[in-house]
């Protein structure tokens, strides 16, 4: 019987052992589709838990907080992805053109398509009622992705690709089409049934090439 015991203990216990290890994994994923859903004020802690599969008390020993939650949730599946981009760039042998092309189609194959997009309308709809998460959103994103953005214009200007820029207002027309993306990801093109609707891929094809052409220094004759 001792023995039936034991062998029964062993084959559970790592199935429980991996349970355990998957369960922060978990309750981020949760938490990323309903705070997408339903916005961060509107997302409780025991919704969370449920749809993850655990009890509300379990999620309070991964997460201290709600806004903890949140911020796991951001940096998990944004801001980890500024450290690979970096390490990218800082070997990239291409054109400063071909640089911010790369930079611009990897981010909506990395953010943009994903659920993770949609962080980005819950923090500009709920900023005043929640200034921690703004700020927090603005250190975590906004600020690196800003100077990610400017280090490749910065890269075009020194080899003279590109010609004189305001760089702090270029960094922001580069960016904005990408914030646009994402909000009419998550409004209107959640309910475009038009043929003609919105295509992301091509629209950012597009933008690169109208900015580049903006952007790029003329040869002189």
């Known amino acids: 019987m001792a023995t039936e015991i034991q062998s029964l203990h062993s ?7 991996r349970r355990k290890e998957a369960r922060p994994g978990e309750l981020l994923d949760a938490a990323l589709d309903l705070f997408v859903e339903k916005g961060f004020s509107a997302t409780r802690a025991d919704e969370v838990a449920a749809r993850a599969g655990v009890s509300k008390g379990t999620l309070f020993l991964y997460f201290q907080s709600k806004e903890d939650l949140f911020k796991a949730v951001v940096r998990e599946n944004i801001a980890n992805n500024f450290p690979t981009w970096e390490e990218e760039l800082e070997t990239f042998n291409g054109s400063s053109a071909d640089m911010l092309r790369y930079a611009m189609v990897s981010w909506w194959e990395r953010i943009g398509k994903t ?6 309308k819950l923090v ?3 900023a005043q009622n929640f200034p921690e998460i703004a700020a927090f959103y603005q250190d975590e994103v906004i600020k690196p992705g800003n100077a990610l953005i400017r280090r490749i214009l910065e890269r075009g200007l020194q080899s003279g690709e590109f010609h004189d820029l305001d760089l702090d ?6 960016i904005a089409p990408m914030i646009f993306l994402m909000m009419w990801k998550h409004s209107m093109g959640a309910c475009a049934v038009s043929a003609k609707a919105l295509d992301p891929e091509k629209f950012i094809q597009m933008q690169v090439e109208v900015l580049l052409n903006g952007i790029t220094a003329k040869k002189k004759k």
């Not at 084959?11 to 052992?17: A, D, F, G, L, V």
């Not at 659920?115 to 980005?120: E, H, K, M």
Request: net charge neutral; no cysteine; glycine share 4%.
């Open 124 to 126: 500009m709809s709920e």
């Open 169 to 174: 207002q270029a960094v922001h027309i580069v």
């Open 11 to 17: 084959e559970t216990s790592p199935k429980r052992e």
């Open 115 to 120: 659920r993770a997009s949609g962080i980005a």
